[in-house]
């Protein structure tokens, strides 16, 4: 929204107000007006006009937000593209063990476990099980 649409914007949270039995102060409206000012005003209107048609209590600014447009979690979205790269270098791993045991064992970490299995069965009767993380005999 512009900020030319606070008077109309106020003017849909007065419409609710009015069809909830609720009194409209300044400090809800410009809570709301933060909450939803990244919004178009149309959406804004068409899902307040929907709120007082099928719904039984005043909205919450997230009401008044399309659904398909829940926010993502920045913690979660930094976990989920921690894994595609945890999982692109593991495939990387995996694939000069497959093609290139000397360079593999060389990049091994010293003593250990790994480095110990690789040495009692050998780079080829090892791999790297990448969706359970860890290793198993080939």
Same mark, same amino acid.
């Given at each position: 929204?512009?900020?030319?649409? !606070?008077?109309? !914007?106020?003017?849909?949270?007065?419409?609710?107000?009015?069809?909830?039995?609720?009194k409209l102060t300044d400090p809800v409206v410009d809570s709301y007006w933060s909450a939803l000012k990244d919004e178009p005003l149309g959406t804004v209107e068409r899902l307040a006009t929907q709120h007082i048609r099928y719904q039984k209590f005043f909205p919450k #600014?997230?009401?008044?937000? #399309?659904?398909?447009?829940? #926010?993502?979690?920045?913690?979660?979205?930094?976990?989920?593209? !921690?894994?595609?790269?945890?999982?692109?270098?593991?495939?990387?791993?995996?694939?000069?063990?497959?093609?290139?045991?000397?360079?593999?064992?060389?990049?091994? #970490?010293?003593?250990?476990?790994?480095?110990?299995?690789?040495?009692?069965?050998?780079?080829?009767?090892?791999? !790297?099980?990448?969706?359970?993380?860890?290793?198993?005999?080939?």
């Open positions: 929204m512009h900020p030319n649409d !606070f008077e109309p !914007f106020r003017a849909i949270l007065q419409k609710c107000a009015v069809a909830f039995g609720k #600014p997230v009401e008044l937000r #399309p659904k398909e447009e829940k #926010p993502v979690d920045a913690k979660d979205e930094t976990e989920r593209k !921690f894994r595609i790269c945890e999982d692109a270098c593991l495939r990387a791993l995996e694939d000069q063990r497959v093609h290139d045991p000397e360079g593999w064992l060389k990049r091994l #970490p010293k003593g250990s476990g790994i480095e110990r299995l690789a040495a009692l069965h050998g780079p080829q009767g090892i791999r !790297f099980d990448i969706p359970q993380r860890c290793w198993r005999l080939a």
